[in-house]
């Protein structure tokens, strides 16, 4: 987690010196800075174009924020930033005493809440935590897919099973994948009723009121002609996630052979959808053992007679092939699905 920690006078800055560097320890990246005077001094970062300014370009680049001092001032900070509680960064206050630990922003999502956990172990502070499920001691589900890196496709329905769990309703649960560990006495396993959650790869809507929660774990294995522009790609991946009512948010990455490590096309679709982009050599891609399309011409061209369908496998880490290799207009497509389970331990 890349970490920005900021105080205001001598007490916060020495106390953000401590808690930078044990944070650092912990393994996480933490940039320490401060508005008072002797920062060079203490070894921390000074502030150079004022707080408002500083605050909107690490509330954009970093994942967390510590406020070491009032609360007030962490509030007009962050107010004119604020934008989701899927994008905002975690943002923590501390009083330059050292005496509470606050998170006051994307305390489950962004994992305010955990990093005031990690702070309590080098401070000798008292947490003030305010979240509704926290406190009750409540399965919450956005803790749950932050944990397990489910996407979750709707943040309206997502407040309201946690709304509802608030109440003592149970929650419905249907899952396309073995589940691990003792289920949330809040959860029933059920196909289908009023609210629940459904984990699956698909959309699907086995409640009235249904949240899906997405698992990453589809690696789309795609090959492709050279000088293929990004739209024939994504034209053919989406006709075949829609064919099969496949989420795109489910995928984790793309895999190619390495002659295509800088293949434009490739490269674009990735950086648009936020995807990984991993390649592996003509012999990695014969040396995996399987029942694969084959392809004399591809063999010619590249030295292993099918890309999609292997690169999809070996980006899934060995995983299942779900769709086998569809092609048009000079790009193909396969899915692979690598070996996952829900786990709730």
């Known amino acids: 987690m890349d970490i920005s920690v900021i105080s205001f006078t001598q007490k916060g800055s020495l106390l953000n010196k401590e808690l930078s560097c044990s944070l650092s320890d912990f393994g996480y990246n933490c940039e320490a800075f401060t508005m008072y005077k002797s920062a060079e001094e203490l070894g921390l970062f000074s502030l150079k174009n004022g707080l408002k300014d500083w605050t909107e370009e690490h509330f954009h680049k970093k994942e967390a924020i510590i406020f070491i001092g009032a609360i007030g001032i962490a509030v007009r900070a962050i107010a004119p930033f604020v934008n989701s509680k899927t994008t905002d960064p975690a943002i923590v206050v501390i009083d330059e005493l050292g005496k509470f630990t606050i998170p006051i922003l994307s305390g489950h999502i962004g994992g305010a809440n955990s990093l005031t956990e990690k702070i309590l172990r080098i401070l000798d502070s008292t947490p003030v935590i305010t979240t509704a499920t926290d406190i009750n001691d409540k399965f919450s589900v956005d803790v749950f897919a932050k944990k397990e890196n489910l996407y979750i496709n709707d943040m309206t329905m997502a407040k309201k099973i946690s709304s509802e ?14 589940i691990e560990g003792k289920l949330p006495k809040e959860l029933k396993i059920l196909e289908n009723g009023e609210i629940g959650v459904c984990i699956s790869v698909q959309e699907k809507r086995p409640f009235i009121n249904t949240l899906n929660l997405i698992p990453k774990i589809l690696t789309l294995g795609i090959g492709c002609r050279r000088d293929t522009s990004i739209d024939k790609i994504e034209n053919l991946v989406m006709k075949v996630l829609n064919e099969n009512n496949i989420l795109i948010n489910a995928v984790k990455n793309i895999a190619s052979i390495d002659l295509k490590k800088d293949e434009k096309g490739l490269i674009d679709f990735a950086e648009k959808y936020g995807f990984k982009f991993v390649t592996y050599t003509a012999d990695e891609l014969k040396r995996l053992e399987g029942n694969f399309s084959e392809s ?42 690598e070996d996952w389970s829900v786990s709730f331990e």
């Open 165 to 178: 769990v608030l109440d003592n309703v149970d929650i419905g649960l249907v899952s396309d994948y073995k």
């Open 296 to 337: 004399a011409f591809v063999k010619s061209i590249t030295g292993v007679s099918n890309v999609c369908e292997r690169a999809a496998t070996l980006g899934s880490n060995n995983g299942k092939l779900i769709i086998n290799k569809r092609a048009e207009n000079g790009v193909t497509v396969a899915i692979a699905e």
